[in-house]
């Protein structure tokens, strides 16, 4: 008797974590696995020439990612797309926090998702390329702000091609950071 109540207490308390693990948003989409999270502070030494990582501003911790003018490109998370979840993506909703020097709609740093082909005779462009402007939701220069956004992928995307989310300083004239990054599978 004590070995049935057992599993059913061990069933529901499984259960109970998955639930609170994924969920539905508002318009239906399943919110499931956590594809990466990155506060910056364990990737200084780890990441060969990951020069853009900085203690000049962070949200959290001791350093963040950077873009400015002796940086064009923040750290990349890569990953193969199969990998990347263990379910098929239907797309990623990616929250984070940023800051900019100068906030102007026409000089932005941004948020980028990109799907690369993998391997020998594939074709260089990219099979999806998304992008979060910082400037849409910044208001301010100068204030840490909480930004999110949601990228579909285009279905039957392949099982090995390449993931990759970076931040990309564009035109932005100023330095821009993005600290505390998270990125949940959309399913």
Known sequence: MKTSFWRVGAATAGLALL??????????????????ANDYEAVMGWVPGATSITRDHA?????????????????????????????ALRGLDIEA????????PAATASLQVEVWAHGPGQDPAPLFSGS?????????????????????????????ANLRIF?????????????????????
């Open 59 to 87: 949200h959290s911790g001791r350093y963040a990612d950077r873009v400015d003018a002796a940086h064009e490109w923040g750290v990349t998370f890569q990953a193969p797309l199969g990998q990347a979840s263990v379910h």
């Open 132 to 160: 979060m402007p910082l400037a849409a939701q910044l208001q301010d220069s100068c204030v840490w702000t909480k930004v999110n956004s949601r990228f579909t992928l285009p279905p039957s995307m392949p099982y090995d």
């Open 97 to 104: 926090w940023a800051y900019a020097k100068e906030v102007q």
């Open 19 to 36: 639930a609170a693990c994924s969920s539905h948003d508002d318009a239906g989409d399943w919110i499931g696995d956590v594809v990466t």
């Open 167 to 187: 931040l990309w300083r564009s035109t932005a004239k100023k330095a821009a950071y993005l600290d505390d990054i998270r990125v949940k599978a959309l399913e």
